[in-house]
């Protein structure tokens, strides 16, 4: 039945969500949609921001461990405090943001997060005892989580959902900037201030950050956000739909498996073949520059391949083979190589993921998406070291390698089994046709029989369109 307001078919709604062209949102309470200037200049300021805070975290976190050794006398017990405060505590608050994200809007949270970035280091630049370093640790990693949820949402919430790779392109080459940056000027900040004067002068960076996120324009969500009872139960929804399963697999595989290479790779480049530390440093390097400068041609690279999956797939597999192949590697040409693979399989698989994500869900629950994916990476930075680490104390350095890639490789082909979602949610991408809801079947129809039969009654729309901010 056509919609006398808007021409569209009420057979085309998904869940609760009506499919409307962009020029009947605007309504008498409604918030009109981001004009495409308004687009570019927010798409500008988040990567900015994603930019900026992720060199201010990679250029204060490393120092973190240093100063709480040199300054305050820390031990290894206090040592692994500090590091599981800022790591431990965002794994079991990331869902709970996420929630916050999908109920109050991105803006007002990205201020939030760069305030408490700002006050977290504050409060490391002032630190009396190792008991201040755990709260400063602490807070800091809340406000990175925050900052990290509410710009992956903004992100892919802007533009068509087909502008998406792209979008995702250059904000992932963004926080790959910010990560080359980050330790560079906090070694030579260090170096030549101090550990206190580098935590300052971080916070203060933080401080543009404020400016950045009130100037972004939010786009107007579909929708009312679900109530704190309704988002627990609609994350665990979240996890029986295709597309969300392998966006958690993609990611978690990968993460989880690149943590014998950030564990053991320096040791086994030093020590066990012999080179130097420029060595390691230039493979180092290779490595993050293959993944920022890949990440430029996604979109390219879907197009040529024929669909995100088809991406994903093979960049799990490359990297598979590139941490498998590593212990049988002796000269610096193949290590070269196994490397700008390996870059190359993280620059892709990461954003990746994180659109995989994003599709699963109407824009009204995608921060809740951000969230629950997030809670999986954590959980494999935190869990990765507990396994290889006894494995190559056990087997050695080279079984773990293998490990890791066979893991990887095998995640790659379970991820056939949910191929589909992602062909499913590229397909409605491309035809501007919303995501479907939990429970849905293929093509966002209602997988229930008696939805699929033809029927003249209207779909009600929800309330007023949440503006976000």
């Given amino acids: ?51 900026l805070t992720f060199a201010v975290v990679t250029m204060s976190r490393p120092l973190f461990s240093v100063f709480a050794v040199q300054e305050l006398g820390a031990g290894a017990t206090w040592l692994g405090v500090i ?127 404020l400016f950045l996120a009130r100037r972004v324009h939010v786009p107007p969500t579909p929708g009312a956000a679900p109530d704190w009872r309704a988002q627990a139960g609609r994350a665990r929804e979240l996890l029986a739909l295709p597309e969300m399963r392998l966006a958690i697999l993609a990611a978690f595989s990968l993460i989880f498996s690149l943590g014998v290479n950030q564990s053991f790779y320096s040791v086994y480049v030093t020590r066990v073949l012999g080179f130097s530390t420029a060595t390691l440093g230039m493979l180092l390097a290779v490595r993050a520059v293959m993944a920022l400068a890949v990440r430029a041609y996604m979109g390219p690279l879907v197009t040529l391949a024929g669909g995100r999956f088809r991406v994903l797939f093979l960049a799990m597999t490359a990297g598979a083979v590139a941490l498998g192949v590593t212990p049988l590697l002796r000269d610096v040409a193949s290590l070269t190589l196994a490397a700008a693979l390996l870059g190359l399989a993280t620059g892709l698989t990461m954003p990746l993921s994180m659109l995989a994500a994003a599709n699963s869900v109407p824009a009204a629950e995608r921060g809740l998406a951000m969230g629950v994916r997030l809670t999986g990476n954590r959980l494999a930075e935190l869990t990765s070291p507990l396994l290889f680490g006894p494995l190559a104390e056990w087997v050695g350095l080279g079984p773990a390698f293998h490990g890791a890639g066979l893991l990887l490789l095998a995640a790659a082909l379970l991820s056939l089994r949910w191929r589909h979602g992602l062909d499913d949610a590229d397909r409605l991408a491309g035809e501007g046709r919303p995501p479907r809801a939990a429970g849905a079947g293929r093509f966002g129809t209602p997988a229930f029989p008696m939805w699929r039969r033809r029927s003249s009654a209207p779909v009600r729309q929800p309330g007023a369109h949440r503006a976000g901010d």
């Fill in 1 to 51: 039945m056509k919609d006398e307001r808007t021409g569209t078919d009420d057979r085309r709604c998904l869940g609760s969500e009506r499919v409307r062209p962009a020029s009947s949102l605007v309504g008498p309470d409604e918030p009109a949609p981001l004009t495409r200037r308004q687009v570019r200049a927010t798409l500008w300021r988040v990567n900015l921001l994603a930019a």
């Fill in 83 to 209: 590091a599981g405060a800022y790591a431990l505590v965002p794994l079991f608050l990331s869902l709970p943001a996420g929630g916050l994200v999908s109920r109050w809007g991105e803006r007002p949270l990205m201020m939030a997060g760069s305030a408490g970035l700002a006050a977290g280091l504050w409060m490391a630049a002032a630190s009396p005892s190792l008991p201040w370093m755990v709260a400063a640790s602490l807070v800091a990693g809340m406000a990175q989580m925050l900052m990290v949820i509410c710009t992956q949402t903004l992100v892919t919430s802007l533009g068509e959902p087909r502008e998406r790779e792209q979008h995702l392109a250059w904000f992932t080459t963004a926080t790959s900037a910010g990560q080359l940056v980050g330790p560079l000027g906090g070694g030579l900040l260090a170096d030549h201030a101090g550990f206190r004067a580098t935590f300052a002068v971080a916070g203060l960076l933080c401080l543009s950050g």
